[in-house]
């Protein structure tokens, strides 16, 4: 059963264009998401998150948009660079739990033309 | 770079073996955590332990166990190696078990059964 899902396995968009990276998940009783960004041979790297006390969440070019009545959340980058290229993964975890287990959606790759 | 440092970087070991996976988390993390990269496949939880002892539990097969050490470095055991365990095995951590805040993960280790 497929928690957290990334529909859109890959993505690519113009440098200086908006890329929107969107995630869907099915349990309403999920509190805390995160985006992660992840280059070949590396480990993912946290970009940003969001409390699902908060709608939106914004950390320069990355913005995180959540819509709780849809279980929906999406990750905007603007302008995208050809640096943001890489595999995205969003991640929710039930946040007022004393655990931290993140359920990872599948990923999406991004590919930003210069 | 995360501060979060896994060796090896790569495995090649044949079925029936035994390998064991070293992390060593962030300065000041007490919470370390495991997860599988499977071909095709998201990350999957493996096993999260705070401050020496287990504290979640996901798929983890029987064949493969962990354990925190006092100096809160975590190795991750596995066993009775079969084909379908290669896989990229990740390590996070965090500075407390639960509630809103992210992990930060390693590079990985590549594990490879020959």
């Known amino acids: 059963d497929q928690q957290v899902k990334q529909n859109s396995p890959s993505l690519s968009v113009q440098e200086g264009r908006i890329s929107i990276l969107n995630c869907d998940y099915t349990?309403?009783?999920?509190?805390?998401f995160l985006w992660y960004k992840k280059y070949p041979a590396e480990g993912p790297t946290f970009l940003i998150s969001?409390?699902?006390?908060?709608d939106k969440n914004e950390d320069g070019r990355f913005t995180v948009f959540l819509n709780k009545s849809a279980k929906h959340l999406s990750l905007h980058i603007v302008p995208s660079q050809p640096g943001d290229s890489a595999v995205y993964f969003c991640a929710a975890k039930f946040g007022s739990s004393n655990t931290g287990k993140l359920i990872f959606g599948q990923g999406t790759t991004l590919q930003v033309k210069p | 770079d995360s501060g979060v440092t896994q060796t090896p970087k790569h495995l090649i070991t044949a079925t029936g073996q035994r390998v064991t996976l070293r992390c060593s988390p962030r300065s000041g993390d007490l919470s370390v955590y495991w997860y599988q990269q499977s071909l095709d496949q998201g990350l999957q939880f493996l096993i999260q332990y705070y401050n020496g002892e287990e504290r979640a539990k996901g798929n983890i097969l029987e064949r493969f166990s962990a354990q925190q050490f006092p100096d809160l470095h975590s190795e991750l055991n596995l066993s009775s190696l079969e084909l379908g365990d290669s896989a990229l095995y990740f390590c996070a951590s965090s500075v407390s078990p639960g509630g809103n805040q992210p992990q930060h993960f390693g590079d990985g280790t590549r594990l490879s059964i020959l």
């Open positions: 969001i409390s699902s006390i908060k």
């Open positions: 349990n309403s009783m999920f509190d805390y």
